[in-house]
């Protein structure tokens, strides 16, 4: 960094990349088109994902929480990603681990809680606090910080990934885009760069969570073949077998949260040894004494080999939703600390055929990506073909009569997506339809993730069978689904973003935004306005680009009206009023609308005009060399 | 969901190659994608999202044979529906299929056999619908009633090859 940096206020915000990871989160952004890690002042670049909730009510991250976690440990979270979006009755909640867990009375049974001094935490609320760590670390560097993508892996389900853009709004960032962890690491790894295209494998053992994802490039297009995971998959459980060996070999039978904590320390610390060496020594207090061994590289990987293996099954099932064989991928890309370990760059390497790519930092990698499509979303990059088309990874669909889970949007479906599917009544003068919204592969509803449940009311009576009742799923760019529900005789009608029966209400949200760092001193007015401000500065600024770039889409008239309503929100600024404000911001959209109309048209005019009919004539010709399709272009 | 072909700006004609198809998507959602348009205004944005959509469902609606033989079908105002019973024959032709592939458990040259077999009777009735579905005119009613017969056979075939698919999965 340079030493003297003149602050100019008029410098567009820089957009950052957010890797909230299981054991470590970092922040990227790009800066002459390379990302970029940013280091804390210890020159560090991974800040450890670990909460510590002190007696006087203040909060410690990173390296600092780590260190007091042997002490305190139910005070001190880690890995708390392995509980976004779950269920105060998940399995995860017993796994070896040191927390307590606040009793899920009925109104909170939707979210593990932690119990730290008393109180009750989120997964969500500590989620927030890295973010807002990385947030205030990016501000140091920056000054001014634009809007961050934040990652997930590819195999979070829609309840994880409210839950991750949650946190992102509680840490007060405008979260541009959930990204999924294996596509940034991809993007990051700049495959585009030196050739069109290519199909590659990316294998992301993180500290939790393990995903695959096939994608192929082409011409500067990233699509996303296919995806699978294991959400409950990672490095983690390494340590975990490792400390329950541990703890045994100690006689050890009822082990404190302190002794689960540092046993786990210890079993990590040995893990990260055996990297480079052959053996690791161990040094354990437990109450009955100390526990003094050496554990052998062969010893750690017959705990290992396993868990690793787990991994097997779900890359060939990636492969042959990809209809690929090892062979022809391009390139095997690792991602997460866990692929350090030479037992999984083996394994890797016999499941794919291959020497795995490694140039980059397995750590950093996701950060750096992120940062990449953060760059690419705020228009400045320069790698301006460059669009990345991922999926869904588990099938969304409705429980229907006998418990059957009709999936309306298989898993692998290209983002965004949109698919309706009309279904009727059973029961004569049935007045309501109750949707269960789920997602998963298994045939009954019940052996499926739930995600929500509303009732459309007030269907008049009709004989069964009778009613229309269109139900239409939509699930965005960041993978968010929102179902739309309607009687088609009568217009009865319902929209809900699903709000996962796992994650947190709207009004917890709004209730943890009030209550958390900054906005302590506001109300909920004050806070609206301010987020009312923001939004109409940003509409202000997109239609100025708009109108820089193609004003001379609109006649006089039309522009004139654009002016117009640009001026009347500028002078709506000046004087912020909450009505006022959402009126003239709401007409400048109006306003815009034509614009949008006619940018849009153009780009499907110069899409189509791209590959002209011309193809299409030599395709005549080829007919007799192509009567079909290949045959192995089969449907899910 | 309208018209895929259109969607696509695609000739409605069954015999489309698979990259022409692909090339087309990746035109239409480089226009299309709500990532394209991040900086414009919301109505911008707002228009956008549903159109990428449909271009979207419009590849996964013409990339297999079957999907483009349902969409042409519709296209001409003789869709498929649950209620197109397979002929007798089919059913068991069908059958005498599942029995052999119900024998071949296990035994992987058997069961490649067998797909080997059905894909050959999967590509006879692909031709009948690229000769149905040319793009240039619309086909006599004769020929519709053909085409939805072979596309009635396609879906059979299909869901052999994808139950082949999980017992070679094991």
Redesign the interface.
């Known amino acids: 960094m340079a030493l003297l940096q003149i602050f100019d206020p008029k410098a567009p915000p820089t957009p950052i990349g957010i890797d909230l990871g299981t054991t470590h989160s970092l922040v990227a952004r790009v800066v002459d088109g390379r990302p970029e890690c940013l280091l804390d002042c210890d020159l560090q670049a991974l800040l450890p994902s670990a909460v510590h909730y002190r007696a006087d009510g203040d909060v410690v991250v990173g390296r600092e929480a780590l260190a007091l976690a042997a002490e305190a440990p139910k005070e001190t979270l880690v890995s708390v990603k392995r509980f976004m979006g779950r269920g105060a009755d998940d399995p995860e909640t017993r796994r070896l681990g040191p927390y307590d867990f606040a009793p899920a009375g009925e109104a909170e049974a939707n979210s593990v809680r932690f119990l730290v001094r008393g109180r009750a935490v989120t997964p969500v609320e500590a989620s927030a606090e890295l973010l807002y760590a990385l947030r205030s670390r990016a501000e140091d560097a920056l000054r001014r910080v634009g809007g961050a993508v934040i990652t997930v892996p590819a195999y979070f389900d829609d309840a994880q990934r409210q839950a991750t853009r949650d946190a992102g709004r509680l840490a007060g960032l405008e979260v ?2 959930l990204l999924n962890e294996p596509t940034a690491a991809a993007l990051a790894y700049g495959l585009d760069k030196g050739r069109e295209t290519g199909t590659f494998a990316v294998y992301d053992l993180g500290g939790g969570t393990f995903d695959v994802t096939i994608l192929s490039l ?2 500067g ?1 990233f ?1 996303v073949r296919s995806t699978g995971g294991d959400a409950r998959l990672g490095g983690d459980d390494l340590d975990r077998a490792l400390a329950a060996s541990l703890l045994e070999e100690a006689g050890v039978t009822e082990p404190s949260a302190g002794l689960v904590r540092e046993a786990l320390d210890a079993a990590r610390a040995a893990k990260h040894a055996l990297t480079e060496d052959d053996r690791a020594e161990v040094v354990l207090r437990h109450p009955s004494g100390v526990l003094k061994t050496t554990v052998t590289r062969a010893r750690f990987e017959a705990l290992a080999r396993p868990i690793v293996e787990r991994t097997g099954p779900v890359c060939r ?1 990636a492969l ?1 939703d990809a209809r690929l064989k090892p062979e022809e991928l391009d390139g095997v890309i690792l991602v997460g600390g866990s692929t350090r370990s030479p037992l999984v760059r083996e394994y890797v390497k016999s499941l794919f055929r291959q020497e795995p790519l490694t140039d980059l930092d397995p750590d950093q990698v996701v950060a750096l990506g992120a940062a990449v499509q953060a760059d ?4 400045q990059s320069p790698r301006q ?1 460059a ?3 991922d999926v869904i990874p588990l099938s969304l669909g409705l429980e229907t009569m006998g418990g059957v889970a009709e999936k309306l949007l298989p898993r692998n ?8 599917q009309t279904f009727t009544t059973y029961a004569d003068n049935q007045t309501g339809f109750e949707l269960h919204v789920v997602q998963g592969e298994r045939e009954l509803a019940a052996d499926c993730r739930s995600l929500a449940r509303f009732t459309l009311r007030g269907i008049p009576p009709m004989p069964a069978g009778m009613a229309r009742l269109e139900v239409t799923f ?1 699930v ?2 960041d993978g968010l689904l929102s179902v739309e529900a309607r009687e088609a005789t009568t217009g009865a009608s319902q929209e809900v973003t699903v709000r996962p029966s796992y994650g947190l209400a709207a009004e917890d949200v709004e209730r943890l935004l009030l209550e958390s760092f900054e906005h302590a001193e506001e109300d909920l007015r004050t806070r609206q306005l301010r987020e009312r401000v923001v939004e109409a500065e940003q ?1 202000l ?3 100025a ?2 109108l820089a770039k193609d004003g001379g889409l609109l006649d006089e008239d039309e522009r004139a009206e654009v002016d117009g309503a640009m001026q009347a929100l500028r002078e709506a600024l000046s004087q912020p009023e909450d009505r006022a404000l959402k009126h003239r911001t709401e007409a ?3 306003a ?2 034509p ?3 006619r ?2 048209n153009r ?2 005019e ?3 005009e ?2 002209a009919l011309a ?2 004539e030599e ?1 005549v010709k ?2 007799a060399l ?6 192995g ?3 899910d | 969901m309208g018209n895929p072909f259109e969607t696509l700006g695609l000739p409605p004609r069954f015999a489309l190659r698979r990259e022409d198809l692909e090339q087309r998507h990746r035109d239409l959602s480089r226009a299309l994608h709500p990532d394209r348009h991040a900086g414009a205004p919301a109505s911008e944005r707002a228009l956008v999202a549903p159109r990428a959509a449909d271009v979207n469902d419009a590849l996964r609606a013409l990339r297999d044979p079957f999907g483009r033989a349902s969409a042409l079908l519709a296209l001409h105002g003789c869709g498929l529906t649950d209620a197109d019973r397979p002929t007798q024959e089919l059913l068991l032709e069908v059958l005498e299929l599942r029995e052999a592939l119900d024998l071949a458990r296990g035994v992987e040259a058997k069961i490649a056999a067998l797909r080997g077999r059905v894909e050959a009777l999967a590509r006879a009735e692909e031709d009948t619908l690229s000769g149905v579905f040319r793009g240039d005119q619309a086909p006599a009613p004769g020929d519709l009633k053909r085409a939805r017969d072979a596309a009635v056979k396609l879906r059979y075939y299909k869901r052999f090859l994808d139950e082949a698919d999980v017992l070679e999965e094991g």
Request: aromatic letters at 2%.
């Open positions: 541009l885009r082409d011409h297009v699509q099932r042959k690419l979303l705020a228009g073909d669009l990345i088309l479906t290209t983002i965004p997506a949109a698919r309706a939509r965005d760019a509409v600024r997109a239609t680009g708009a400048l959209d109006r815009a609308l614009l949008a109309e940018r849009m780009a499907l110069r899409a189509m791209g590959h193809e299409f395709l080829d007919r192509h009567p079909h399709l290949a045959a272009a089969k449907e």
